[in-house]
């Protein structure tokens, strides 16, 4: 199960969303647009429609075909660096601001 499955982002694409990534599947060859540290591109097919700036911009100069492979890894990281951001928030309101007794 992806992990958007429980999120309400199906619910705020736009109508003509089906359009937009078949569009976007024209544009990128219906390949994967991933690409390595050498610039190589991913060899699998355009199966997933990616958010490359990850927002509501649904614009077709926004979107990225993308295997499902590479889709789910992007997606796995953007959660955790939302998950690290947020920990890191959360921590720096808790900080201690005295030195603990045993410091010297
Ligand atoms: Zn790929």
Not at 21 to 30: N, S, Y
Not at 61 to 73: D, K, T, V
Not at 89 to 97: G, I, L, W
Request: aromatic share 8%; net charge positive; hydrophobic share 25%.
């Amino acid at each position: 199960m992806p992990n958007w499955a429980n999120s309400d982002r199906r619910n705020r694409l736009p109508s003509d969303w089906d359009a937009r990534r078949k569009k976007r599947f024209r544009i990128d060859d219906f390949r994967c647009t991933w690409e390595n540290v050498y610039d190589e591109r991913c060899t699998g097919p355009a199966e997933e429609c990616d958010h490359h700036i990850p927002n509501d911009d649904h614009s077709i100069e926004n979107l990225r075909s993308m295997c499902s492979f590479h889709h789910g890894q992007k997606s796995g990281k953007e959660g955790a660096d939302a998950r690290a951001a947020n920990w890191r928030r959360n921590n720096s309101k808790f900080r201690r601001a005295e030195k603990h007794p045993g410091e010297l």
